[in-house]
């Protein structure tokens, strides 16, 4: 896609700091997501997992623990669907292995449904993996899914997105697993952009496809590399409002902004514990004014970057007349 390059988001804030108590991260964060009310969510898994409120600029409101019964192994990833709850997919310890849950919560902390999406190894005849989710205008969870199924004679390989309603559970699914273009591989994340396009970012071959709401493929962006438009790992994928997509490279420790149909327009961070470095991020969200929060794991803490407040220059009206005289 040809460049539309623009200088780099500004740094507007950062907290967090190991530990386990109000808004420190022991291990972790390992999710984080922003609602329409201006409230950042990350997740932190200590064993167990938290949820943890903070304000658009970092202050702690409060935290809650999912049941155990989902996610005592954790929470993998977290989305807010602009209706009062949270969509996670959360980890649970099962027969020598490890289950994945879709579960929504209210924001306070009121679990309202759950449902296995992956069973153990063990259970399933199945190597199956599950790392992301998104919440669809609707309010339905979409939720990539690759691996294996397997059987005494073969294996047959798995790559698709499925959909869970809010309150009734499967509701379908789409996609063809395989690394060609419209094809599904390994997606590390998912997100869901203006009028319901899905974009996944795939980690090993490290692309971004487009979809359509119903599965038609749009389009494929991004190679190996480490040079505008590649990734070493391509990772957690938001959309904001403007429909510019941003994306985390867990190796390069770096964030990508692109148009929403692939034009490279940024790229900001390098590996590090500095303000504006990361280690392993594995997590991002974008807010309605198009801040961008990024869960920096190994360095336990929330990074906010976003366009800089303008100065207000106050003047008179004789002033103004002035100037135009």
């Not at 602009?82 to 919560?105: C, D, K, P």
């Not at 900001?268 to 004014?289: E, H, K, Y």
């Amino acid at each position: 896609m040809p460049a539309s390059v623009r200088a780099q988001p500004a740094l507007l804030g950062t907290w967090g700091t190991q530990g386990s108590g109000p808004g420190e991260f022991l291990n972790g964060p390992a999710g984080v997501t922003a609602d329409p009310g201006g409230h950042v969510y990350a997740t932190d898994n200590n064993p167990g997992a938290r949820v943890q409120v903070f304000s658009a600029s970092g202050d702690f409101l409060s935290q809650w623990q999912p049941s155990m019964q989902f996610a005592d192994a954790g929470v993998d990833a977290i989305a807010a669907d602009g209706t009062g709850h949270l969509l996670m997919l959360t980890s649970s310890q099962a027969n020598f292995g490890i289950a994945r849950y879709y579960v929504r919560y209210t924001t306070s902390g009121s679990l309202s449904f759950a449902i296995l999406v992956v069973d153990a190894p063990s259970n399933c005849e199945c190597n199956l993996r599950a790392f992301g989710i998104a919440a669809d205008p609707a309010g339905d969870a979409l939720i990539p899914i690759y691996g294996q199924l397997l059987s005494a004679y073969n294996s047959v390989p798995v790559g698709q997105v499925n959909r869970f309603h809010p309150n009734t559970g499967f509701a379908g699914s789409w996609g063809t697993p395989g690394n060609g273009p419209g094809q599904i591989a390994s997606p590390a994340g998912i997100a869901i952009g203006p009028g319901g396009v899905v974009y996944l970012a795939d980690a090993t071959v490290n692309r971004v496809e487009e979809f359509t709401a119903d599965g038609t493929f749009i389009r494929q962006w991004g190679s190996m590399g480490s040079g505008d438009g590649q990734f070493q790992t391509a990772s957690a994928i938001a959309v904001g409002p403007s429909g510019h997509v941003y994306i985390t490279d867990v190796v390069l420790g770096r964030i990508q902004e692109f148009t929403a149909d692939g034009a490279f327009v940024s790229q900001w961070g390098s590996p590090g514990t500095g303000l504006g470095q990361f280690q392993n991020p594995v997590a991002i969200a974008v807010d309605a004014d198009e801040n961008i929060y990024v869960a920096d794991a190994l360095n336990h803490r929330i990074q906010k970057f976003g366009t800089p407040p303008v100065p207000v220059v106050h003047t008179s009206w004789g002033r103004i007349k002035s100037a135009y005289r």
